[in-house]
Nanobody
């Protein structure tokens, strides 16, 4: 089971850190990722991190602004979001895979999903 937290309302240019706490075998050892879904749009890849935490993959739209990390000992994954923009608004989902070892942008490769946390970027 994966449970996200840390969402909220932030002004453009601000920062948020999302957390994803896992119970069971949802986090380690497996590839983790974050996706988001804006109103009226499909689920969009944000970033992914391999099981060791050494390999990352990011969507072009968030490169240089967002950072994924994980603490396997605490079974927590994080998404640090800086310089937020209104187009970053959406529900953010944490996900993990038990079957892949490298970062992946493909939602169908992930097995476990959280319930999502809302991020709103607005002045």
């Amino acid at each position: 089971q994966l449970v996200e937290s840390g969402g909220g309302l932030v002004q453009p240019g601000g920062s948020l850190r999302l957390s994803c706490v896992a119970s069971g075998s949802g986090v380690s050892p497996s590839t983790m990722a974050w996706f988001r879904q804006a109103p009226g749009k499909g689920r969009q890849f944000v970033g992914s991190l391999d099981h060791s935490g050494s390999k990352t993959l990011y969507a072009d739209s968030v490169k240089g602004r967002f950072t994924i990390s994980r603490d396997n000992g605490k079974m927590i994954a994080y998404l640090q979001m800086n310089n937020l923009r209104p187009e970053d608004t959406g529900v953010y989902y944490c996900t993990s895979s038990g079957g892949i070892w490298d970062p992946s942008p493909n939602a169908n490769e992930y097995d476990y999903w959280g319930q999502g946390t809302q991020v709103t970027v607005s002045s």
